[in-house]
């Protein structure tokens, strides 16, 4: 039989959070692979390794450090979660969008998420940022959905609706940030597998049939269970590299995590400017 993760073991991880802070965070940061060094921006920080925290699923892959940093960004008080877990890593979809449930009891009400991804579109470059405009939920859609087993009736409805899963003002917000900077942001729908292989060639010529931009092993489940409670969401998607629509090219972790270099510079742009209007 399932077990699922409860309301008592949110509140066990969301009471340790809260004793160990000095803040009441308004906004979460949610860091892709590669994208950490973002955390270092937040000031008069209050750092908890997440394997301190009961409940909590530790991340086991490069990249993914496992902290959370709660203090003052871009006149904001934010939780960062340095480092999420997968859903490859052998977690249930309910553990790996645990966090997020802990951000709601905590009084989070806006989530923006980054994630390292692969371009389906041609003309997308490692390096390059996308605006998630709307995202392809393929891993729910086979039956990995967060919201499975009994609804929390504390956090939202038992049938939540997704027909504006990204928040349209703070999609205005970015789009405003990126002209202010003289940034190129790409818009796109962004597709979730479950990984942890790469995408063959049929794989991106599949996705970019059916509508995707840019694919990973992240970030919806952890937008569908941010719905679930309507939180507002911002999702920024880092190109770590270029579609391979031939098979001419072979992807690596090292070339995601070295895409990330380039990256940081431009989602600090970004998300420092919409915190600033928030």
Request: hydrophobic share 45%.
């Amino acid at each position: 039989m399932d077990s699922f993760v409860t309301l008592q073991q949110i509140d066990e991880a969301a009471q340790m959070v809260r004793a160990a802070t000095r803040y009441q965070p308004a906004v979460g940061l949610i860091l892709g692979s590669g994208l950490g060094d973002l955390a270092d921006m937040v000031e008069d920080a209050d750092v908890i390794p997440t394997a301190a925290i009961p409940n909590w699923p530790v991340s086991t892959v490069q990249g993914h450090p496992g902290r959370l940093v709660i203090g003052r960004l871009g006149g904001q008080v934010v939780l960062v979660l340095q480092g999420r877990t997968h859903y490859y890593e052998g977690y249930s979809m309910d553990q790996v969008t645990l966090p997020v449930r802990v951000m709601q009891r905590l009084g989070i009400g806006t989530l923006f998420v980054t994630n390292a991804a692969g371009a389906i579109r041609p003309e997308f470059l490692p390096g390059d940022v996308m605006l998630i405009t709307d995202q392809l939920n393929l891993i729910g859609m086979a039956g990995l959905n967060p919201l499975r087993g009994p609804n929390l009736a504390e956090f939202g409805e038992r049938f939540p609706d997704m027909s504006q899963v990204y928040d349209r003002e703070l999609m205005d917000l970015a789009r405003q940030a990126a002209r202010k900077a003289q940034m190129t942001l790409h818009e796109g729908v962004y597709v979730c597998l479950a990984g942890p292989s790469f995408e063959s060639p049929a794989d991106l010529r599949f996705l970019r049939a059916i509508g995707a931009d840019a694919v990973g092993m992240s970030t919806v489940p952890e937008v569908v269970v941010a719905r679930h409670s309507k939180m507002r969401v911002l999702g920024l998607s880092g190109i770590s590299n270029k579609a391979n629509l031939d098979g001419s090219t072979e992807t690596t972790h090292a070339e995601v995590l070295a895409a990330g270099k380039q990256i940081v510079p431009k989602l600090k742009t970004v998300m420092l400017d919409v915190l600033n209007q928030l």
